[in-house]
């Protein structure tokens, strides 16, 4: 952002002298009935809650203006600022008691409009199609006070031309651009969305203003500096994935992530997005203010900085965001309290979220628990091993949809879909040891698809039994035989028997692909004292693996 562009707020009352230009690249006045009545509801809505602090105001989206001369050239805001004098039309009669003064509205290329504008005709509404619109503005204001009384048209007009001190009143964001920029280039960008006018560039705007910092020209400007190169550090730290992820769900939409501290401070659910530039313009009423504000704004980062570096923060912090846990919340507990206080402030919160018998888990009923469960058990395990400096990759996790899938498969799970079927087949084709189920197999996979027939529920039968321990189908869905999959491990071999899942794993494994540890230990058989096979997981198998998972969570669940 130029440095000569200004960003402020500025009550319509603070506009009434303006003469506003709409450039010729510009398309004349096109709101419908939609636009005029959501701003006329919005307006109103303001005007009538009860209890508002005098210094609250209803704020407008940003009319984007360059310097033309004594008046303004309007880059964005055309449409605003138009409405906003025709509702002044309708109500004349109230307007001229409450001020003799209105901006003015100038057409570069449509001079007729300007005049139009001044003394709207209904009847020369079909003339063009600037005035069709006007027209249908005028109406559809007139409609909209023809049930309010004098009264509720005075309170309303009140909000709009009340003058700064007054309080209550309507503001725009003003936007002014440096003369020397182009003002069509500053237009398409606008229009084409890829202009910075976000809540972060309207609060840089306010910690960079020049009567912010005392001392002579120089020493301002070196603070300037300062504090714009600590704003592209914190902007900078927080677009690195890990960091970014380790904070938040992958929700968060920013243009810049600066903007989620910001949001974080403010606390706020306001329906406009605004609201974070307006909390901070409300607050900054000194050089003081803004000061301690900005020292907030680095404590905030430089305390998600903190718990990001050390390694039993980012585990146990990390996994309470994954599971939804309020950032916001995990900040403000933390303040003014010790390290040992908020260790076991965050291991209550995990509590809570696993808390259950581990033995009565069902893969059914249970989901959403079991997953939590194993996510834990992932975390916990990296933790346990402090000669490592590995870590948990909740940005993997989180974007790549991790989910629980069975470790053996189950009947309940065989493919429906005839091409799942034939894959699902080929894939064991390749490991089964029965020379009978091996031709059977062939034949299937081999014979046109018109000519199969309901075999494939007896052979994908047989499969798991010789896949299963002492050829007996024994569907398990306790968490001794659930791990955590990727999306996509998960649609590939969903109803893999062992060892195609295994073989899998491993690939995936050579190919550098991010595993949850201890998923990969369960295909390795790594929690099996005695290894005597790696063709299905059994009893002795599942038996290892549930005492793993009761050591490793012993203290939360």
């Not at 007729?112 to 027209?135: G, V």
């Not at 659910?269 to 907030?296: C, G, I, L, M």
């Not at 599971?323 to 390290?339: D, F, I, N, P, S």
Request: hydrophobic share 35%.
């Amino acid at each position: 952002m130029n440095m000569s562009n200004t960003i402020s707020l500025k009550s319509i009352s603070e506009l009434l002298d303006c003469s506003f230009i709409i450039p010729a690249y510009q398309r004349g006045y096109r709101w419908t009935d939609l636009e005029v009545n959501d701003l006329l509801d919005d307006i109103w809505e303001f005007t009538q809650r009860d209890g508002k602090p005098k210094n609250e105001f209803y704020c407008l989206q940003p009319v984007v203006v360059s310097r033309n001369g004594t008046g303004y050239s309007v880059i964005d805001g055309q449409q605003r600022l138009t409405t906003i004098y025709i509702i002044l039309s309708v109500l004349k009669d109230i307007t001229r008691l409450l001020t003799e003064k209105c901006f003015t509205i100038e057409y570069q290329t449509r001079k007729d409009s300007q005049s139009f504008l001044k003394d709207i005709d209904l009847s020369r509404r079909t003339e063009n199609i600037d005035y069709f619109y006007i027209c249908k503005a005028y109406d559809a204001i007139t409609r909209w006070f023809s049930n309010k009384q004098g009264p509720a048209k005075v309170d309303f007009l009140n909000s709009i031309l009340r003058n700064e001190e007054s309080g209550n009143n309507v503001k725009v964001i003003w936007y002014e651009i440096d003369q020397t920029l182009d003002p069509i280039d500053i237009f398409t960008r606008i229009n084409m969305g890829k202009i910075p006018l976000t809540n972060a560039e309207l609060v840089k705007a306010l910690f960079m203003k020049n009567e912010n910092f005392s001392g002579d020209l120089n020493v301002k400007r070196l603070r300037q500096l300062e504090t714009a190169n600590e704003w592209d550090n914190i902007e900078n730290s927080l677009r690195a994935d890990e960091f970014w992820h380790f904070l938040t769900n992958g929700q968060q939409d920013y243009d810049n992530h600066i903007e989620f501290i910001f949001d974080l401070m403010v606390n706020t659910s306001a329906p406009d997005k605004y609201h974070t530039f307006r909390f901070f313009n409300q607050q900054f009423k000194s050089s003081a203010e803004v000061a301690t504000a900005w020292q907030d704004v680095k404590a905030h980062f430089l305390t998600f900085s903190e718990w990001f570096e050390d390694r039993k923060y980012f585990h146990l912090v990390g996994y309470l965001i994954a599971q939804g846990k309020e950032l916001r919340e995990l900040k403000k507990y933390a303040a003014g309290r010790t390290k040992s206080e908020f260790e076991e402030y965050l291991k209550d919160e995990i509590r809570a979220y696993v808390q259950c018998n581990i033995d009565e888990l069902n893969y059914d009923e249970d989901r959403p628990k079991i997953k939590r469960v194993l996510l834990l058990f992932n975390v916990l395990t990296l933790l346990a091993n402090r000669n490592s400096n590995v870590r948990f990759q909740f940005g993997r996790y989180k974007n790549e949809r991790w989910d629980i899938e069975h470790i053996h498969s189950v009947q309940s799970e065989m493919p429906e879909a005839p091409n799942h079927q034939v894959d699902w087949l080929k894939e064991v084709l390749q490991l089964t040891q029965d020379a009978g189920l091996k031709s059977r197999i062939s034949n299937y996979v081999n014979s046109p698809v018109d000519s199969r027939n309901e075999e494939f529920v007896t052979l994908y039968t047989d499969v798991l039994k010789e896949f299963s321990e002492g050829n007996k189908i024994e569907d398990v869905n306790d968490i001794s035989n659930l791990a955590l999959l990727d999306s996509g491990t998960n649609r590939g071999y969903k109803n893999a028997v062992f060892p195609v899942k295994r073989k899998a794993i491993i690939e995936k494994d050579k190919s550098g692909t991010f595993l949850p540890l201890c998923t990969k230990n369960v295909f390795l058989k790594y929690y099996t004292e005695e290894v005597d096979q790696m063709t299905f997981w059994g009893k002795s198998d599942r038996a290892a693996y549930l005492n793993a998972v009761k050591a490793i969570l012993k203290d939360f669940v």
